[in-house]
């Protein structure tokens, strides 16, 4: 598949060009939100893509939507190999806020570029990601997953309970609930702050005082309510479905 961004691409298809594909270095990574660079939304989008073929307009739709107030969606960049070139897209994951727990966030579409997987990518996806996460004052992630259980528990992740996406766009929500929602500005700026390098997320020491999150706004009445009881499931078997109806685990981690 090509990567695009303006005039500069870069074909990252094995099948194609498997000797001549730039393998970034981990060190340089940044963790940028998708909204702050603008200009790699359709490589972003081509990305994500790859793995779950959709419409390039409803992709980039959905990378529009992304913003401080979530969701939020992270790209895992490399800097431009040569001056003319635009920065490697190597990973995306899309965070949000979750439904009556003000402390938590789900993190879904996680992905790595195919040519580009198994050297330590996700990995450093992940790690950035918490640590993103950690700074903004959320101490619990959240995901579900059909097939990589084993990736997710290698990188501490463990079998959890449903929890309930607050996956919405401003333009659908009815003003009282966009009431709710704090008008201070959010504790932080990605765009203007310095990019959160992967490699040197700083690990912030558990109990220190960092600023709460937002708080959250009350919830629709027309959302469903997470399912209740203990979370019934093994690393074998799960009860839990997508909306598809193929199984998937619920998995969680405190930051
Ligand atoms: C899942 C995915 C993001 C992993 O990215 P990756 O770059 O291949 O993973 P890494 O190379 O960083 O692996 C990180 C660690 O996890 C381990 N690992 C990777 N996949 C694993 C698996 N399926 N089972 C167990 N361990 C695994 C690696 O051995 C590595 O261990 P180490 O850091 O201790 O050496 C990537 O394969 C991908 O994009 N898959 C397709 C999309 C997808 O399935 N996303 C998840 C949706 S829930």
């Known amino acids: 598949m090509t990567l695009s961004s303006g005039s500069a691409q870069l074909i990252l298809d094995p099948a194609h060009q498997p000797e001549e594909t730039p393998v970034p270095n981990l060190v340089e990574l940044t963790l940028e939100p ?3 660079r603008p200009e790699l939304l359709d490589a972003c989008a081509d990305l994500i893509n790859e793995q779950w073929p959709r419409s390039r307009a409803s ?3 959905s990378l529009g939507q ?8 992270l790209m895992l960049l490399s800097p431009r190999p040569t001056s003319e070139a635009a920065p490697i897209v190597v990973g995306h994951a899309r965070l949000s806020r979750v ?4 402390q938590s966030l789900l993190v879904e579409t996680v992905v790595v570029a195919r040519a580009l997987r198994g050297r330590g990518f996700g990995r450093r996806l992940m790690e950035g ?7 903004r004052g959320f101490r619990r992630l959240h995901l579900t997953t059909h097939d990589q259980l084993h990736f997710y528990a290698h990188l501490g992740y463990r079998l959890g309970e449903p929890v309930q996406g607050l996956v919405f766009t401003s333009r659908r929500l009815p003003a009282t609930l966009l009431n709710a929602f704090p ?15 992967a490699q040197a997320a700083p690990k912030v020491p558990k ?3 960092l600023l709460p999150p937002p ?4 919830p629709p009445t027309t959302l469903p309510p997470p399912p209740a009881g203990p979370p019934p499931q093994s690393s074998l078997e799960t009860q839990y479905q997508d909306l598809r109806g193929r199984p998937i685990f619920w998995m969680e981690k405190d930051i």
């Open 59 to 61: 992709r980039l739709h």
């Open 129 to 135: 990601l918490e640590a993103f996460a950690r700074a």
């Open 99 to 102: 439904l009556d727990r003000p």
């Open 215 to 218: 708080p959250l706004p009350e």
């Open 207 to 209: 109990g220190s005082s």
């Open 183 to 197: 008008r201070t500005p959010f504790p932080w700026s990605p765009c203007k702050a310095p990019s959160l390098t």
């Open 66 to 73: 992304s913003s401080d107030a979530f969701p939020l969606c």
């Open 34 to 36: 998708v909204h702050c």
